[in-house]
């Protein structure tokens, strides 16, 4: 019935199936090299439609292929006298040079860039084409003329990328610059494609040219962005200082937001570029009457100060705060200060019920359960370091329950496992670090499942969890900054365990505590002994970066570090480090990208 009424749709449906599956099976033909095939494959497909191009330079490559150049000459001069094709003529000329005619070759060429005279826009598709044959110079030509001819037409990207992969990276920097001057909205492409030919290394060569082409720009023009692509340069070779130079005369030009200030601080805080960091976040304090802004600059000078701090150093920090919190005042407006005080009061400064008494103050301020969350968090924290773990779950556990399903929540309930970890309720805590793995947070989720791990393998093969639950009161002393006693108890488990699962654990625990107190020598033991007698970890691919990293970073030894990143990229290649290792193993081996 249904075919009665429409018996051409269907015969129609039934033609394109049928087209498809004989290019299919053409295609096929072709990439297993089976030419022979593929050649009278595409020739039915063609005579059924010879207006498909596609299926005419098939024919082509195909005949090619098999050194049938005569025929694909015929082929494309019969379609070249009935069609302005122009990327045709590229096509013709490509098939001459195969046979080695380069003067029929270059007349084609030359015929079809000759065709932008008429017609601008077909330097589209003559250029495309001639980069698909591998025809760089030719494309160049080609885009160069129809930008000359018709200064509207923007060919720089395209230049641009020639020149990358022709190694010409000054000329490939400088059609970058072109394009960016005649729009802004090219510029995050244009860094993303910059970026895979610097390095960190500022005598690097790339590095050296883009500096040169920006000065230049700044010194001829007032356009601010050659200063922000300037200050991008300098962040990438890790010139924090020097980017600091540049935001400023940014910020002094407009006078608008700090932000970019704000953003460079925390990038060099982050790379550990401690002085350069206190340096933006002062300039900011001084210049903005933004209250809110102001705040953000002394939370962030008194964190970084305090994370290179010595003892010593505590009363000015500890006097600092307080100057700060009675300028402003005590006020849900200062509350990320607040926080942070406390913090350093219990963790830094041994006055927790102190520290307790802010926070608790802070709760009565009237906001959201979302904002007293941080606040509650920070309770439960001080609380686990004096060891009152059922108060500290109470404050942990309102914060999971009030804000369901949030990344707050997830942390909370974290911290609630790792709260029963700590007094050895190993079960309760396994059960709720199984629910965790699954968090849409992913650092709470590889914390949890690391933990679970830890755990499940001790309990599996010590059914009284001796060493364990000595694990977990070492994990303690250190949350609690006791380094020296947490360090002697993971001696205790060395000594005493010798066979068990929690060794390279214990190992790497104990490393990590080295390093903080700077024994560098022992954490390198350590991690050397995980690596040799421990070869089946599952905490082999940390001792490999953090030894490599130790060696590079404290110990000068970067033979011995690239070493260890390579070994690390070959033999984990799925371990979260892997991409981390691979640029610092590409470093160390001096690679530059030209």
Same mark, same amino acid.
């Given at each position: ?58 024919? !082509? ?10 025929? +694909? ?21 490509? /098939?001459?040079?195969?046979? /080695? ?54 060919? /720089?990207?395209? @230049? +641009? ?7 010409? !990276? ?39 040219? @883009? ?12 356009? @601010? ?149 941080? !606040? ?15 108060? +500290? ?49 992913? @650092? ?61 654990? +214990? ?71 892997? !991409? ?15």
């Amino acid at each position: 019935m249904i075919f009665k009424r429409y018996p051409l749709i269907i015969l129609l449906l039934f033609s394109v199936i049928l087209n498809a599956q004989e290019d299919l099976v053409a295609r096929e033909y072709f990439i297993n090299g089976e030419f022979e095939k593929a050649l009278t494959s595409y020739k039915k497909l063609y005579n059924k439609n010879t207006n498909n191009t596609n299926y005419l330079l098939q024919l !082509v490559k195909i005949e090619q292929q098999l050194e049938l150049y005569k025929d +694909a000459e015929t082929r494309l001069l019969e379609v070249i006298n009935t069609n302005n094709y122009p990327e045709l003529l590229v096509e013709l000329g490509y /098939n001459y040079n195969l046979q /080695n005619d380069s003067i029929s070759a270059n007349k084609y060429y030359n015929k079809a860039i000759a065709t932008l005279d008429d017609n601008t826009n077909n330097a589209y598709r003559v250029g495309r084409t001639f980069e698909n044959l591998s025809l760089l110079n030719q494309a160049i030509t080609t885009y160069k003329k129809a930008m000359t001819l018709n200064p509207s037409l923007e060919f /720089n990207m395209q @230049l +641009a990328r020639i020149y990358g992969t022709q190694g010409e !990276v000054e000329k490939m920097f400088k059609s970058y610059i072109d394009l960016i001057e005649t729009s802004d909205s090219y510029l995050n492409t244009i860094k993303r494609s910059i970026s895979e030919f610097i390095t960190d290394d500022a005598s690097n060569e790339n590095n050296i040219f @883009l500096k040169k082409i920006l000065l230049k720009k700044i010194q001829q023009t007032q356009d @601010l962005k050659w200063n922000e692509l300037l200050s991008w340069l300098f962040i990438q070779q890790k010139d924090y200082n020097k980017a600091f130079a540049q935001e400023k005369a940014i910020y002094k030009r407009q006078m608008q937001s700090l932000n970019r200030l704000v953003e460079l601080g925390l990038i060099a805080e982050n790379q550990k570029q401690y002085d350069d960091a206190i340096s933006v976040f002062n300039y900011i304090i001084d210049n903005t009457q933004d209250i809110d802004t102001k705040l953000v600059g002394h939370l962030k000078v008194l964190q970084i100060k305090t994370k290179i701090a010595t003892p010593s150093d505590y009363h000015d920090i500890k006097n600092k705060y307080e100057t700060v919190l009675e300028t402003y005042g005590k006020t849900p407006q200062t509350l990320s200060l607040q926080i942070n005080y406390a913090h350093f009061l219990a963790f830094n400064f041994n006055q927790e019920d102190q520290a307790i008494l802010i926070l608790k103050n802070t709760l009565k301020y009237k906001l959201s359960e979302y904002d007293l969350a941080p !606040v509650k968090l920070e309770l439960g924290d001080i609380l686990i370091l004096k060891e009152k773990f059922n108060e +500290a779950l109470i404050y942990y556990t309102q914060i999971e329950r009030n804000l369901k399903n949030s990344t707050i929540a997830q942390e909370a309930r974290f911290k609630i496992a790792k709260a029963s970890y700590y007094k050895g309720d190993f079960k309760w805590a396994e059960s709720q670090l199984k629910i965790l793995k699954s968090s849409t947070s992913q @650092l709470t989720a590889n914390d949890a499942l690391d933990l679970k791990l830890l755990i499940s393998d001790n309990r599996a093969e010590d059914s009284l969890q001796v060493a364990l639950t000595k694990y977990a009161k070492a994990d303690l002393l250190a949350f609690q900054n006791k380094n020296d006693q947490a360090i002697t108890i993971l001696n205790s488990i060395l000594k005493e365990h010798k066979t068990e699962v929690i060794i390279p654990q +214990a190992l790497l625990k104990q490393a990590t505590l080295f390093e903080i107190k700077k024994e560098y020598q022992n954490a390198k033991v350590n991690y050397q002994r995980i690596i040799t007698d421990f070869k089946d970890s599952i905490l082999m691919d940390n001792a490999l970066y953090n030894l490599a990293e130790l060696l590079a970073n404290h110990l000068n030894q970067t033979e011995e570090a690239k070493q260890l990143y390579e070994e690390l990229l070959f033999n984990h290649s799925d371990s979260i480090y892997a !991409v981390d290792a691979r640029k610092k193993f590409r470093a160390l081996r001096g690679d530059t990208l030209k």
